[in-house]
């Protein structure tokens, strides 16, 4: 049976108890999935414009895999190239 500090209630404890358990675990490394990209041109009518008004037009990639576990990027970083 738990016990908790004066004060504590058991759902307060088990959320702590979980969070610390997170914690301590060892990561785990996915494996990797693999993808196909297409750059995606900001007008398709003409692929050569790369602003509108303020707007400077860096790239877009359009992902997709076959993979079941693929479903989207949430967050992606872009290094430039070593130099050689």
Same mark, same amino acid.
């Given at each position: 049976? *738990?016990?908790?500090? $004066?004060?504590?209630?058991?759902? &307060? *404890?088990?959320?702590?108890? /979980?969070?610390?358990?997170?914690? *301590?675990?060892?990561?785990?490394?996915? @494996?990797?999935?693999?993808?196909? =990209? =297409?750059?995606?041109?900001l007008?398709?009518? @003409? $692929?050569?414009q790369?602003?509108?008004?303020?707007?400077?037009?860096?790239?877009?990639?359009?992902?997709?895999? @076959?993979?079941? &576990? /693929?479903?989207? *990027?949430?967050?992606i &970083?872009? /290094? $430039?190239?070593?130099?050689?």
């Open positions: 049976m *738990l016990s908790s500090a $004066p004060g504590m209630s058991k759902a &307060r *404890l088990a959320l702590s108890l /979980f969070v610390l358990s997170a914690a *301590l675990a060892p990561p785990v490394a996915a @494996d990797p999935v693999a993808v196909r =990209t =297409t750059p995606v041109p007008n398709p009518s @003409d $692929p050569r790369k602003v509108v008004g303020r707007l400077e037009y860096r790239g877009g990639l359009h992902v997709v895999s @076959d993979h079941p &576990r /693929f479903g989207g *990027l949430s967050s &970083r872009v /290094f $430039p190239a070593a130099s050689g």
